[in-house]
């Protein structure tokens, strides 16, 4: 069973969680999964031993609150500093997940890989992302990643894409940035299983730190 939390916290109490940025948050939704053993002994370890996060976040900032979106196959667990009228947790079962047709929003991190010189004539192992800021550019990355997460988009709908908004972080005393970028449309699914795992894990780069979740609706 996939669960979905939905958060719902004023300002005031971001600023006395210390939620300032995307990666502030990253680090506070990990704590509602401390109570799951495996994950708390995995998370002490470094961060090639994390591996990904169990789950995907979003962060939406409207005028008066911020709602904080996870999807997790773990169970979180309602902290204290958060209360009962906060909290909505909603399971999503298979047949939700197994509909032809949806209307979808993402938020995302869409990248391309570029080499990076080594400095001795050569490249380095793993190159850097650059963010793609164009719009053809950026639906041309939907495109691929509808294909190899088992949809396609729907021509009927117009496919709406924001302009790029900054996200700004610190993380272990290094400022960062990461490009975020809203795409809104349809999509007709193509392949239940990868569009599923899709769905549970993200699509695009970034993911823990409050990109790739794929909110739907069956159309």
């Not at 990253?26 to 999964?33: G, N, Q, R, S, V």
């Given at each position: 069973?996939?669960?979905?939390?939905?958060?719902?916290?004023?300002?005031d109490q971001l600023a006395r969680e210390k939620i300032y940025d995307n990666y502030a948050w990253?680090?506070?939704?990990?704590?509602?999964?401390e109570h799951h053993r495996e994950l708390k002994e995995r998370n002490v370890g470094t961060e090639k031993e994390r591996g990904p996060a169990p789950f995907l976040s979003r962060y939406i900032q409207k005028s008066d609150h911020v709602q904080l979106l996870i999807v997790s196959e773990y169970f979180p667990l309602k902290?204290?500093?958060c209360g009962s009228d906060q909290w909505k947790l909603i399971e999503i079962d298979e047949t939700y997940l197994s509909q032809e047709n949806y209307y979808f929003?993402?938020?995302?991190?869409?990248?391309?890989?570029?080499?990076k010189p080594d400095g001795m004539g050569g490249f380095t192992k793993h190159g850097r992302r650059?963010?793609?800021?164009?719009k053809p550019s950026q639906t041309d990355w939907l495109l691929r990643k509808g294909k190899n997460h088992g949809f396609k988009l729907d021509d009927d709908i117009p496919l709406k894409i924001e302009k790029p908004v900054n996200h700004y972080f610190n993380r272990k005393g290094r400022?960062?940035?990461h490009i975020g970028v809203r795409f809104q449309g349809a999509f007709h699914v193509?392949?239940?299983?990868?569009?599923q795992k899709a769905f549970r894990e993200g699509i695009g780069t970034a993911k823990g730190f409050g990109f790739g979740l794929l909110m739907i609706k069956p159309a």
């Open positions: 069973m996939t669960n979905l939390l939905k958060l719902t916290l004023g300002y990253h680090k506070k939704a990990w704590t509602l999964f902290p204290d500093w929003d993402l938020y995302a991190n869409p990248t391309r890989s570029v080499k650059l963010t793609l800021m164009d400022k960062g940035l193509t392949y239940q299983k990868a569009f």
